[in-house]
């Protein structure tokens, strides 16, 4: 399973950094994506990093405001977003998938959700 | 990016009764190694998402086999053989062909 951290509230402009440990399997053997949900709205793919190696991937719109990072140690993905806006309102999931892009199964494990409110 | 269109948007049904559920893609997601990175996720109301098919046609683990997933290239269909109460939330599709992953916008399901 991964075990995401607890809900956060943050003002425009601000930073935010999640996480998400992983238990049950070996994380060097897979990687973790991020996924969002705005309010109302449908999922939306952040990026990717593998445990293997740390190679990242993020969608375009998130380039240089997101940063994501694993710890193999404490087998815990992070991702890190700055300079919020009201629109990252929304619920964070991580989800398990591939370690290496193009072996992919299908993101088969998701996080309970990390609620971000971003409000002055 | 390859963007994901699905149909309908919204899916009344009848307890017992088939139900479909198509998604097409800008571009084809045909593999090299002859798999379709196209997969199907459920998010049940107040519960995180599911993955229910990966790879156009694969069946996750403990899915229910009135789950199917078929098509190739840029066309791909999710059919519920007999709908269930527990079936009702919002279906996904989303390429995972490019490096950079996206969804469709949704399919509601909910029980006539």
């Known amino acids: 399973q991964v075990l995401q951290s607890g809900p956060e509230v943050k003002k425009p402009g601000a930073s935010v950094r999640l996480s998400c440990k992983a238990s049950g399997y070996t994380f060097t053997s897979y990687g973790i994506n991020w996924v969002r949900q705005a309010p109302g709205q449908g999922l939306e793919w952040m990026g990717w990093?593998?445990?293997?190696?740390?190679?990242?991937n993020h969608a375009q719109k998130f380039q240089g405001r997101v940063t994501l990072t694993t710890d193999t140690s404490t087998k815990t993905a992070y991702m890190e977003v700055r300079s919020l806006t009201y629109d990252d309102t929304a619920v964070y999931y991580c989800?398990?998938?591939?370690?290496?892009?193009?072996?992919?199964?299908?993101?088969?494990?998701w996080g309970q959700g990390t609620t971000v409110t971003v409000s002055s | 990016d390859i963007v994901m269109t699905q149909s309908p948007l919204s899916l009344p049904v009848t307890p017992g009764e088939p139900a479909s559920i198509s998604c097409r893609s800008s571009q084809s997601l045909l593999h090299s190694n002859g798999y379709n990175y196209l997969d199907w996720y459920l998010e049940k109301p107040g519960q995180s998402p599911q993955l229910l098919i990966y790879l156009a046609s694969h069946r996750a683990s403990g899915v229910p086999d009135r789950f199917n997933g078929s098509g190739s290239g840029t066309d791909f269909t999710l059919k519920i053989s007999r709908v269930e109460a527990e079936d009702v939330g919002v279906y996904y599709c989303?390429?995972?062909?490019?490096?950079?992953?996206?969804f469709g916008q949704g399919t509601k399901l909910d029980i006539k």
């Open positions: 990093i593998s445990g293997y190696n740390g190679d990242t």
């Open positions: 989303m390429q995972a062909l490019q490096s950079l992953f996206t």
């Open positions: 989800a398990r998938g591939e370690a290496i892009l193009g072996a992919h199964y299908g993101l088969d494990v």
